[in-house]
């Protein structure tokens, strides 16, 4: 009703007397029904203006209490404000949480083992069999999936620097807008198409990192995203940049997993994926072992 009629003073006695009635409140109730409207509610029970002053801050009080609360998330095993002011300190909570001796050195490399899904057909909107092909339930709000993404990035720069040194991955090779949280002084570009841009043993990588809070073998491909990759899917004997893509799972736990997965448009990678939604979501399956 909140959207379809106005809440007077009159409408809303007729909310609260319609309330259940505890016994533990019969005096107020008492009043209640000596009452024909608010005001006359309020005098019968001697309420001042400064009462109810005190209790439109109690109650605000309580609002702010319950929306901080559902801002606490558990980031590496500990509680994390997630707001927008408080995102830049994100990087020293995992530092904190996830000490440099325990982050793995994985080269780009060595890409994860996929399980052949299938010649891949235009338009096609088939999904693989087994539980890997399953999306996960629900959605999240926006503040949480920015948050799981700027994890994932964060658990990526810190396992590529380890990896290759501070040599090679440094402040500017992270391009996305989520280094501006951790270095304030980086100039992002979001519609590159990557979030990182390394170079190793005369190879350009063009790293797009994907996140996930589970082991979800399933995210989607930004229009730019999708741009670069194709691109860089047309191989020719001057080209010596490579498309991959970086998928953190466990974003959110003191252990993230880690998978280099090849580039989707690829021609000899192309069987290893199923498309959903025009090529815009895409699955794969791991190879279990």
């Known amino acids: 009703t909140s959207y379809l009629q106005e ?19 019969e005096t107020f109730w008492g009043k209640v029904n000596d009452s024909s409207d608010l005001q006359e509610l309020r005098t019968n029970l001697s309420l001042t203006q400064t009462q109810l002053d005190q209790a439109k801050e109690m109650l605000e009080k309580y609002k702010q209490k319950k929306r901080q609360q559902n801002r606490i998330i558990s980031i590496c095993g500990k509680d994390f404000d997630n707001s927008e002011d408080n995102l830049g300190t994100l990087w020293n909570h995992i530092s904190d949480g996830i000490s440099e001796d325990r982050i793995p050195k994985m080269p780009l490399t060595r890409q994860t083992k996929l399980i052949t899904t299938g010649k891949r057909r235009k338009g096609s909107n088939n999904k693989p069999p087994g539980n ?27 396992m590529l620097r380890e990896t290759y040194g501070e040599m ?4 500017n090779t992270w391009i996305s ?33 994907k996140a996930t809070q ?14 670069l990759a194709m691109d860089q899917a047309k191989k020719t004997k001057k080209r010596k940049g490579k498309f991959l893509i970086l998928h953190v799972t466990n974003a959110c736990s003191d252990n993230p ?17 199923t498309l959903d939604n025009a ?11």
Not at 9 to 25: A, G, H, P, V
């Open 168 to 171: 090679v991955v440094h402040k």
């Open 214 to 227: 589970g082991n979800d073998e399933s995210f989607e491909l930004g229009s730019s995203e999708v741009r």
């Open 7 to 25: 809440w007077t003073d009159t409408f809303c006695y007729s909310l609260l007397s319609k309330l259940t009635r505890e016994s533990i409140y």
């Open 132 to 158: 890997g092909g399953k999306r996960s339930r629900g959605r999240v709000s926006k503040s949480m999936e920015n948050l799981i993404g700027l994890a994932g990035e964060i658990h990526a720069f810190r």
């Open 257 to 273: 997993g880690f998978r280099i997965l090849p580039n989707p448009y690829e021609l000899n990678s192309q069987d290893l994926y």
């Open 177 to 209: 807008s989520n280094s501006a949280k951790v270095f304030s002084d980086n100039h992002p570009n979001d519609d590159y198409g990557c979030d990182f841009i390394i170079n190793v043993k005369n190879r350009k990588y063009f790293i797009e990192v």
């Open 279 to 289: 090529g815009v979501r895409i699955r794969y399956r791991q190879e279990r072992k």
